[in-house]
């Protein structure tokens, strides 16, 4: 149980081990906005392992070691659409397809188990972490760099992390420097 599989009931090969897949390089991003704008920048590994074994192939999506785009099955239930909803997930499922990210359709208990019951809006994208460059030193204040720095210590809520980057972006920030050693910044 826990956080660490989808099911006790399930079969141990068909389990979600989240820190496995954590070990393994793997986060889980989840909500239209943050998934789109990780697929648009394609900064993050999307491919599926070469080396896979038969027994990894053989277990469900949800608990292999490979990207993953989890979408909501709406097929069980739920509400009506917006066209913009429609739109954004058209755009979503086509992004993802063009990068070659499978796509799962799984029902809400999956998608809540793999982002720990955040808000999901439907989707869950499994894909590898998202590379920082190291930085021994903050280079100098000078006309080809940044005006403002933004420097973080301890933050490992990934929530709390885009707000504070979306809102130094906002006032014109232009780099961000965090200690990576203290927290899963994925």
């Known amino acids: 149980g826990g956080a660490s599989s989808s099911s006790e ?19 889980h991003l ?16 999307f491919e599926t392992p070469g080396d896979m074994t038969e027994d990894e192939a053989e277990k469900k999506p949800m608990a292999r070691a490979s990207p993953c785009l989890f979408v909501h099955d709406k097929s069980s239930g739920g509400g009506k659409r917006s066209a913009d909803k429609l739109r954004a997930a058209r755009e979503l499922e086509d992004l993802a397809g063009s990068v070659g990210v499978p796509i799962e359709r799984v029902d809400k208990g999956v998608l809540n188990t793999l982002c720990g019951n955040r808000p999901h809006q439907g989707y869950v994208l499994r894909c590898g972490t998202l590379g ?41 920030g232009g780099a961000a420097v965090l200690d990576t050693d203290d927290g899963d910044n994925g």
């Not at 009931?9 to 986060?27: I, N, Q």
């Not at 989840?30 to 998934?35: C, E, M, N, R």
């Not at 930085?135 to 504070?164: I, K, M, T, Y």
């Open 9 to 27: 009931s399930a079969p141990p090969e068909d389990r979600t081990d989240l820190r496995a897949l954590e070990a393994a390089g793997y986060v």
């Open 30 to 45: 989840y909500g239209v906005a943050p998934i789109l704008n990780a697929l648009h920048a394609e900064r993050r590994d």
């Open 132 to 172: 920082f460059d190291a930085l021994p030193r903050l280079p100098p204040p000078g006309d080809d760099g940044p005006r403002l720095w933004l420097a973080l210590d301890e933050v490992v809520d990934p929530q709390n992390f885009g707000a504070l980057l979306r809102s130094a972006y906002f006032l014109g």
